[in-house]
């Protein structure tokens, strides 16, 4: 006999931050940035500056400004490389190994799949995934990694002063 399991324990999916989110985000940037491919990490940190564009001087961020949002990049990675293997189940992203190892690019299906995206939040995502590519995805990888040094360098001094605030420390 099958197990009833009451609807207020069943575990429900949750789409934001989800693998289909991240996978959505991180299609949006390689159709934006046709033909460029890039690298896991790379992808990881497009990613968090698809949400928080506001912090880079872009459009409005599409997640509210919380502190220690920093430690989302903790979290990112598994999320993305989820959802590029989403992705790529449908023919939305291309992987391809070279001497620069695995990158990923939009695949064949990807922009008639982005140009379907109507709904508000959506669309403000891919406006966002299109100043992301624009503004970084020609950068060269030393001078991005600098950018993100520089970015990150402020959110790590937010996140101590938020944890120092909490401390009681003055």
Same mark, same amino acid.
């Given at each position: 006999?099958?197990?009833?399991?009451p609807h207020h324990e069943r575990r429900l999916p949750l789409p934001f931050n989800?693998?289909?989110?991240?996978?959505?985000?991180?299609? %949006?940037? +390689?159709?934006? #940035?046709?033909?460029? !491919?890039?690298?896991?990490?790379?992808?990881?940190?497009?990613? =968090? @500056? $698809?949400?928080?564009?506001?912090?880079?001087?872009?459009?409005?961020?599409?997640?509210?400004?919380?502190?220690?949002?920093?430690?989302?990049?903790?979290?990112?990675?598994?999320?993305?490389?989820?959802?590029?293997?989403?992705?790529?189940?449908?023919?939305?992203?291309?992987?391809?190994?070279?001497?620069? %190892?695995? +990158?990923?690019? #939009?695949?064949?299906? !990807?922009?008639?799949?982005?140009?379907?995206?109507?709904?508000? =939040? @959506? $669309?403000?995502?891919?406006?966002?995934?299109?100043?992301?590519?624009d503004v970084f995805g020609n950068m060269e990888q030393d001078t991005f990694r600098?950018?993100?040094?520089?970015?990150?360098?402020?959110?790590?001094?937010?996140?101590?002063?938020?944890?120092?605030?909490?401390?009681?420390?003055?």
């Amino acid at each position: 006999m099958e197990e009833v399991i009451p609807h207020h324990e069943r575990r429900l999916p949750l789409p934001f931050n989800s693998p289909l989110e991240t996978g959505i985000r991180s299609v %949006g940037v +390689l159709v934006a #940035a046709y033909p460029k !491919a890039f690298d896991l990490q790379r992808l990881v940190a497009f990613d =968090y @500056l $698809v949400v928080h564009t506001g912090d880079l001087g872009g459009p409005e961020s599409l997640h509210p400004d919380l502190p220690m949002r920093s430690a989302e990049l903790l979290v990112r990675r598994g999320l993305v490389e989820r959802g590029l293997l989403l992705m790529r189940s449908r023919g939305l992203v291309e992987r391809e190994a070279n001497a620069n %190892g695995i +990158l990923y690019r #939009a695949g064949e299906f !990807a922009e008639t799949f982005v140009a379907s995206l109507v709904s508000p =939040y @959506l $669309v403000a995502l891919t406006e966002r995934t299109k100043w992301v590519a624009d503004v970084f995805g020609n950068m060269e990888q030393d001078t991005f990694r600098e950018t993100m040094r520089g970015a990150f360098g402020r959110w790590i001094e937010e996140f101590q002063h938020v944890e120092r605030s909490i401390a009681g420390e003055t």
